[in-house]
């Protein structure tokens, strides 16, 4: 089964890496997909930002989880200094049943081994059918018709390419993300911006405008901050004083 490849790229935090230590990732890309990651906390605050995706934390070695759900705003989070944490994001549309998100199974699974790879082996293995509730074809369709447009289709738009009513659109894509498909929509093109940013930070934010259909530039920049707490120029001065580009880790792939 493909995964739109957009779509893929956003199950990573691009900050993640700089305010924490040890950072290792792990991307599977096929099946069913999902981005592991292991990290040692700082105790540095670190801006998680709204990517259309689930994600549970473990804290090793404290014993707790954090369970974040898809969000509309960026949430500062702070990992303990000396703990080490276990990340696993899933592919927009895929959430976690009540079941996995029982601390002990997943404590018990990370702390069979140390090492992170075997550690993602043994996750693989756990995250069947069974501990998930998978997207249907429709909202699959839905996805991948929405970022393939940028964002940029209206829901009644949406409604009309898959052939099914606005209504039972609305329903679906609520029950999966927790907010209306209009916000969806305002974060898969901030998702394209912020993705568009890092292969270029010194890109015209004229650019930006044109490739997105941003209204204008204060459009624009009202948006990213509104995602990442941050104006464009902040968000690139800070990944330049931290080296994101240059020291950001490449992303496995099974």
Not at 24 to 41: D, E, H, N, V
Not at 142 to 163: E, F, R, W, Y
Request: hydrophobic share 35%; aromatic share 12%; with cysteine.
């Amino acid at each position: 089964m493909d995964y739109h490849p957009f779509l893929l790229c956003c199950m990573s935090q691009p900050l993640l890496p700089f305010t924490t230590d040890s950072c290792q990732t792990y991307q599977k890309r096929s099946a069913i997909p999902f981005t592991f990651s292991s990290f040692w906390g700082t105790s540095v605050p670190c801006i998680w930002i709204p990517n259309t995706c689930y994600t549970l934390i473990c804290n090793l070695t404290k014993g707790y989880l954090l369970d974040l759900p898809s969000a509309a705003t960026p949430r500062e989070l702070t990992f303990e200094k000396n703990c080490y944490y276990f990340s696993i994001i899933f592919f927009p549309g895929i959430l976690p049943s009540n079941a996995l998100k029982n601390t002990s199974i997943l404590l018990h699974t990370l702390t069979l081994s140390p090492l992170f790879a075997t550690q993602c082996s043994l996750l693989l293995s756990l995250l069947t059918s069974d501990y998930l509730q998978l997207p249907s074809p429709l909202v699959r369709q839905s996805l991948d018709t929405l970022a393939s447009s940028n964002g940029s289709l209206s829901i009644q738009q949406l409604a009309q390419h898959v052939s099914y009513s606005e209504r039972h659109i609305r329903r679906l894509l609520e029950s999966s993300f927790s907010y209306p498909p209009k916000m969806l929509n305002r974060i898969l093109r901030f998702q394209h911006s912020l993705q568009e940013l890092l292969k270029m930070p010194n890109r015209n934010n004229s650019e930006f405008i044109q490739f997105l259909a941003y209204s204008d530039q204060a459009h624009f920049q009202r948006e990213f901050k509104t995602f990442t707490a941050m104006t464009p120029r902040r968000f690139i001065q800070f990944i330049g004083q931290n080296r994101l580009l240059s020291s950001i880790e490449p992303v496995q792939e099974a």
